[in-house]
């Protein structure tokens, strides 16, 4: 158990319509990572928050959006949904900015999105 | 943030030992070196992560030559249940734009 949960686990919807996914952070951990990751393809990274504020932004699409609330947990929100939106999405958590000297990242276990 | 290459795939089998190279030739002074295992369907899980010369803990060894361009994860006596995929990630605490895994290396253990 990374400390680190997604809800929902699994989701089914229309397209063109508009879900919330949910990440809780490690006790104590200030930045929220979000990625996307496809059938069979590679993680992408998305956006990454750090203390309720905005740090880095990927490949995140306009229809999507995300926010830390000041508890720190933070959501993702997918709107207008494509076919194409279909993917695990996956919230990962770190104690300050992850990548450097014990920057390791906890993975939630992630939520299945599928647009139908 | 430097980018990172892997072989796409490779396979072992059972006890033998697995090395799997990255390569990251723009690697900066900041930068340090972190490894992740993933399974399908399930979020990546920290393997090691370095600076250089060697690091090992109890799951795995990895090898950062001088020049830094490159780095070595090794697997002692896999198992079958170390069928995964493995990503290379590099980067500083300082300067995290955007954290690319890349599309990693997949390793298939035989029985």
């Known amino acids: 158990d990374s400390g680190v949960t997604q809800t929902p686990k699994h989701l089914i919807t229309a397209t063109g319509q508009r879900v919330t996914l949910r990440c809780s952070p490690r006790?104590?951990?200030?930045?929220v990572y979000w990625y996307q990751q496809s059938l069979d393809q590679g993680l992408q990274f998305l956006i990454q928050y750090y203390n309720g504020e905005e740090r880095a932004k990927g490949n995140i699409l306009e229809r999507f959006s995300a926010q830390q609330f000041p508890d720190l947990h933070s959501e993702l929100n997918l709107s207008s949904l494509e076919l194409g939106d279909s993917a695990l999405y996956f919230c990962?958590?770190?104690?300050?900015?992850?990548?450097?000297?014990?920057?390791?990242?906890?993975f939630g276990e992630g939520s299945r999105l599928t647009v139908l | 943030l430097a980018k990172t290459t892997q072989p796409i795939s490779m396979d072992s089998y059972e006890g033998q030992e697995v090395n799997i190279t990255c390569s990251h030739n723009?690697?900066?002074?900041?930068?340090?070196i972190t490894w992740y295992q993933q399974f399908p369907s399930q979020g990546p899980r920290f393997i090691i992560q370095?600076?250089?010369t060697k690091v090992t803990n109890e799951v795995a060894s990895l090898f950062i030559p001088a020049d830094r361009k490159s780095s070595t994860l090794s697997l002692p006596r896999v198992s079958l249940s170390d069928t995964a995929v493995y990503y290379c990630l590099v980067g500083d605490s300082f300067n995290t734009d955007k954290l690319i895994f890349g599309t990693g290396t997949r390793l298939q253990v035989f029985p």
């Open positions: 990962a958590s770190s104690g300050g900015i992850a990548g450097g000297q014990g920057g390791e990242l906890f």
């Open positions: 006790s104590g951990d200030l930045s």
């Open positions: 723009n690697i900066a002074t900041n930068d340090y």
């Open positions: 370095g600076y250089k």
